[in-house]
């Protein structure tokens, strides 16, 4: 657990990156570049493309720099950009093999298990979403898709931090549950877990 001390000199990091000192950048990028990495290999099973959503990842928090005084957990606001370009990775993927049928290099086709049956979970997930209370499809939706913090979700809809903590756990509870019903127990496993990482 991170002690107040701790916090503090990492929101001066931060204060010191939003005025552009990039110094201070390289000093994050050395923290966090193993954390974000080894999320971006789990999901990309290959060291360049892992290598190049991690470049990606603090190319973003640079270019967006000036939000950093703000924000009041980095390692979750870091979490939720990390999961966002691996996200769009996927899709990006997804569209490419749509078009390419015959490819099977270990190296092209990264992501976990099969094309087929992640875009057969893909759509799934997003029948699960669309079968949440209206409510509740609506801040998960905002939460997990859109990648807006809690902060943000409760000035938006006016609702409580609580509130919105709420819908995502039961959403998360309800979709863990809906694909694990139709077969899926490993790639559940796998995506219940990466959201729940988020707080």
Not at 93 to 100: F, I, Q, R
Request: proline share 3%; aromatic share 10%; hydrophobic share 40%.
């Amino acid at each position: 657990m991170l002690d107040s001390n701790h916090l503090y000199k990492e929101q001066q990091l931060l204060q010191r990156i939003a005025a552009g000192e990039e110094a201070s950048f390289s000093v994050l990028v050395d923290i966090y570049w193993p954390r974000v990495y080894g999320h971006a290999l789990a999901y990309a099973k290959s060291l360049s493309v892992a290598e190049e959503l991690t470049q990606d990842v603090f190319m973003d928090i640079w270019n967006s720099r000036e939000k950093l005084p703000a924000i009041e957990n980095f390692a979750n606001y870091l979490f939720i950009i990390t999961r966002n370009r691996i996200f769009k990775a996927v899709r990006k993927k997804l569209d490419e093999t749509e078009a390419l049928e015959d490819v099977h290099s270990a190296e092209d086709i990264w992501l976990p298990d099969h094309q087929a049956e992640f875009k057969e979970i893909h759509a799934l997930l997003l029948k699960g979403i669309g079968d949440l209370p209206p409510a509740r499809r609506q801040v998960f939706t905002m939460s997990r898709i859109d990648g807006k913090s809690y902060e943000e979700i409760c000035r938006e809809l006016n609702i409580s931090r609580n509130t919105v903590k709420e819908h995502i756990v039961k959403a998360l509870n309800f979709l863990r549950n809906y694909l694990t019903q139709h077969g899926h127990q490993t790639i559940t496993i796998t995506l219940v877990m990466a959201a729940y990482t988020y707080r």
